[in-house]
């Protein structure tokens, strides 16, 4: 059963590294209640660990494009659930959204003080 895949590692190609990842969540998208298709959609969250900002940004510098694949083997039988393991996207722009999503948790931390200290 897909469901079961939650906290579990996975084997993927991250750039050019051989990691091991964590599935800490899978869900169920509602596809047949919003297209009316019987189909079975799954999102996979994949946690590649904990990093500094200016650790992930260094990573990135000279890489254009990411790329993570996800890899069948004796760890996990990815053919058995995935349609498409490998996914891809640009780095142009990256680390000026990091930086708008720590301006973000700032303020949202900020607020959320805020608030406790009226309470």
Avoid: Q
Avoid at 15 to 25: L, T
Avoid at 49 to 70: Q, R
Avoid at 78 to 90: E, G, P, Q, R
């Amino acid at each position: 059963k897909t469901e079961t895949i939650k906290k579990l590692y996975v084997s993927a190609k991250y750039i050019e590294e051989d990691i091991n990842v964590n599935v800490p969540f899978v869900n169920k998208l509602p596809w047949k209640e919003i297209t009316h298709l019987d189909i079975d959609m799954w999102v996979f969250w994949i946690d590649l660990g904990w990093y500094s900002v200016d650790m992930i940004k260094d990573y990135h510098k000279n890489i254009p494009e990411i790329t993570l694949s996800i890899k069948h083997d004796a760890l996990f039988k990815a053919d058995n659930y995935l349609d498409h393991k490998t996914n891809s996207w640009s780095t142009h722009g990256m680390n000026e959204a990091i930086d708008r999503a720590i301006n973000i948790c700032k303020n949202i931390n900020t607020i959320n003080s805020k608030e406790f200290l009226k309470s």
